[in-house]
């Protein structure tokens, strides 16, 4: 507030202009109460009395100063009104009153405290007077006259700080297009207001409860602060320059770092339209600035617990989507991708006719003789050695392991859509195998052997069991590719006509002859030799 | 010593006004309407009159034109100390018979300056 202005109550006060003047006298009003109780708590009973009437005082003005909505209501609906003082002259009288008080008493303690050195309550009470002056400096500027329009919007275009940001806080408000304790420890606070008694005031208190409170005096240090630093909450006064509280408060909730710090929107606008848009932008509490000390330490202690609460939730619900992960993982494990997703689903049954795949038995000949000489861990280190890259081949063409049953090992491959070419996919397997068991057998005394066997055709393929289940393949097809792998020749994989023919362009085959197929009858064989 | 009336309805006003003017070394003696104003003034015949303007029963500029018609009272300084700070209102003041008129707030120095200008040289 600087240099002589006038502000008008004209007959029909501008609603800017009232909450302009509420603004400024509730201001440092609020700021001499909340000053007057700190006194009281820390004063030596001499003082009780007279800070006492102090304090009552300041509660009268405070009363002064709400009842000019009142005024502008009465003074709008009978601007005719000559009978007696007007309502201006009312309330500039009452103002008065109640400040000549405060300011006599403070005055009188002034005196006092400076004969008994109390150097801190001298200061507070310095505090008091100046805020007294202040208010009587307002009160001047307050004068009653009848005007025109002309002159109202004259005084309006005035350079007043003040009324600018009130009214430009009303207009973010109605253009806004936004969608929505003793604490146990310390937090960090970030308290931002553009008035120095505020925030004086309000740090000591959070200071007193043993905060750390940091300070920032416009919307522009705050959001800057925002950035660099971390804060647990923010206290946040709507009326400032520049950036106002509520734009402060649309600017934290769009950015990610920012969203969920909580904040207490502390402002002496007191319509309820403010609080409640306040709440839809996504503040977490809202104080009137004339707080009491425990309803601010009562809303500082419920937000931070809230956070507290949103912070554990936010924890809990990435441990679940970790573990949701974890075991979609294990089952893709065990069941192929492709059906893990139709159990998810919600089938229930997992039972497919496949009309055409290719089916490959491969047996470890001799193995069992050979793992009763070995110990249980060579034997399973040999099996996986061979097993593990069988594994890593059959995925690398795209192909499914069904299962291996001690030293047999068996693949289908054309069970999902991935692979059409499944005859030539298992022949290439096939071929890779044998070449995994000849290059290992090489830093192995005992060499092992295999046989193998391929057929081509239609199979019912599904998930079977409850427990330890699998993904299991059935059929005539299944059976003839077992009898080719174990009617066959160590070393050699024998593939049966129907798969023959399939891959007679593309690979080499040697004709074995007709065998007889147990269940079948006579088949005609070949074995694979490589590719053309 | 002195003696001072001081008409004030508040009777925060007054218990700090009356305090520090005692330790000014004055008379101190109360009226909290403009009927006991009158009354009082009228009984004790201070030297000097400190008076509000707003008070119930009848406010500060009937009783100051009442004591100026009497004779006993019509020359005791009526200092206005009031809260109504608009010209009109002032004029009133003055119009009504007070010696001088002061708008709240006072500072006390100033106030005890006020009152040594207008008390009458000798003690009556």
């Known amino acids: 507030m600087s240099g002589p202005r006038e502000i008008q109550i004209k007959t029909v006060p501008d609603r800017a202009l009232l909450a302009t003047i509420q603004h400024e006298l509730r201001t440092p009003a609020t700021n001499i109460a909340a000053y007057t109780k700190m006194l009281l708590e820390e004063s030596p009973p001499a003082y009780t009395n007279d800070l006492g009437e102090i304090l009552k005082a300041s509660n009268i003005l405070l009363d002064s100063i709400s009842d000019l909505v009142q005024l502008g209501e009465s003074l709008r609906s009978a601007p005719d009104c000559t009978d007696g003082p007007d309502g201006a002259t009312r309330l500039r009288h009452d103002l008065r009153s109640s400040i000549d008080i405060i300011a006599g008493y403070v005055d009188f303690l002034l005196e006092r405290t400076e004969a008994q050195n109390d150097k801190k309550i001298h200061g507070d009470l310095l505090r008091i007077s100046r805020l007294a002056e202040e208010m009587i400096d307002v009160v001047n500027r307050i004068t009653s006259g009848i005007g025109s329009d002309e002159q109202k919007s004259e005084y309006l275009n005035q350079i007043h700080p003040d009324l600018t940001l009130v009214t430009r806080a009303l207009r973010t408000l109605q253009n806004l297009d936004v969608t929505p304790v003793r604490p146990e420890s310390p937090a960090r606070v970030l308290l931002v207001d553009d008035n120095e008694q ?69 402002s002496s606008i007191e319509e309820i339209d403010s609080v409640v848009r306040c709440i839809e932008l996504g503040a977490d509490e809202y104080l009137p600035k004339s707080f009491n000390p425990a309803m601010l330490r009562a809303r500082l202690a419920a937000s931070l617990e809230k956070k507290r609460l949103r912070d554990r939730e936010q924890h809990y619900l990435e441990q679940i989507r970790i573990e949701r992960e974890r075991s979609e993982r294990l089952l893709t494990d065990i069941l192929p991708y492709a059906i893990v997703e139709r159990l998810k689903n919600g089938e229930k049954i997992i039972a497919d006719d496949v009309k055409s795949v290719t089916v490959l038995f491969c047996d470890l000949v001799g193995f069992t003789e050979f793992s009763s000489r070995l110990s249980a861990i060579e034997v399973v280190r040999r099996l996986n050695e061979i097993f593990l890259r069988f594994d890593s081949l059959v995925e690398n063409y795209g192909l499914e392991k069904i299962k291996s049953i001690g030293d047999a090992y068996l693949a289908v491959g054309g069970l999902t859509a991935t692979n059409p070419d499944h005859a030539a996919a298992i022949a290439r397997l096939s071929l890779d195998m044998r070449d995994t068991v000849v290059e290992l057998n090489k830093f192995h005394v005992d060499p092992l052997q295999f046989r193998m066997g391929i057929h081509t055709g239609s199979i019912v393929a599904g998930v079977i069991g409850r427990k330890r289940f699998t993904y299991d393949v059935w059929g005539d097809a299944v059976n003839i590719a077992s009898r080719m792998e174990s009617q066959g020749v160590p070393g050699k994989i024998q593939v049966s006509e129907a798969t023959y023919h399939l891959l007679k362009d593309v690979y080499e085959f040697e004709h074995r002859g007709s065998i007889e197929i147990k269940g079948k009858g006579e088949m005609s064989t070949y074995f694979l030799l490589g590719t053309r | 010593m002195k003696k001072i009336l001081l008409v004030d309805d508040l009777e925060a006003s007054r218990k700090l006004l009356a305090t520090r003017l005692k330790s000014a070394g004055f008379e101190v003696i109360l009226a909290g309407d403009g009927a006991e104003a009158v009354s009082v003034a009228t009984t004790q015949l201070p030297a000097l009159i400190l008076m509000d303007m707003r008070l119930p029963v009848k406010d500060g500029w009937t009783a100051t034109r009442e004591l100026r018609a009497q004779e006993t009272t019509a020359d005791i300084p009526i200092v206005a100390l009031t809260a109504y700070d608009s010209i009109p209102q002032q004029r009133q003041c003055i119009e009504a018979g007070c010696n001088a008129v002061e708008i709240k707030p006072v500072r006390f120095k100033q106030l005890v300056e006020i009152i040594g200008r207008h008390l009458p040289a000798n003690g009556s």
Request: aromatic share 6%; proline share 3%; charged share 30%.
């Open chain 1, 198 to 266: 505020n925030r004086d005031l309000m740090c000591r208190h959070l200071r007193r409860d043993g905060h750390h409170v940091y300070i920032a005096e416009n919307g522009r240090d705050a959001l800057q602060m925002l950035r660099e630093d971390y804060f647990d909450i923010v206290l946040l006064d709507i009326i400032m320059p520049e950036i106002n509280g509520y734009e402060v408060l649309v600017e934290m909730r769009s950015d990610k770092r920012l969203r969920q710090i909580p904040v207490i929107m502390i």
